[in-house]
């Protein structure tokens, strides 16, 4: 994921794939595809606590 803004950005639509995202205003940190008119936001969870 590239820098934009301050905010993570994907490269690309989880839910069809394409690649013409910009950034919506609400919620905070949204993305809107523009093939699909989809609205979404990527976030992070958390660290893998490695081992078994």
């Known amino acids: 994921m590239s ?5 993570a950005a994907p490269f690309y639509c989880p ?3 394409d690649e ?3 950034p919506e205003a609400e919620p905070a940190g949204a ?6 008119l989809r609205v979404f936001a ?4 958390g660290l893998a606590l490695g081992g078994d």
């Not at 820098?3 to 905010?7: E, N, S």
């Not at 993305?31 to 699909?36: A, L, R, T, Y």
């Not at 990527?42 to 969870?45: G, I, K, S």
């Open 20 to 22: 013409d995202l910009t």
């Open 42 to 45: 990527v976030r992070l969870v």
């Open 3 to 7: 820098q934009a803004g301050g905010r």
């Open 15 to 17: 839910y069809c794939g």
């Open 31 to 36: 993305w809107k595809c523009e093939s699909c």
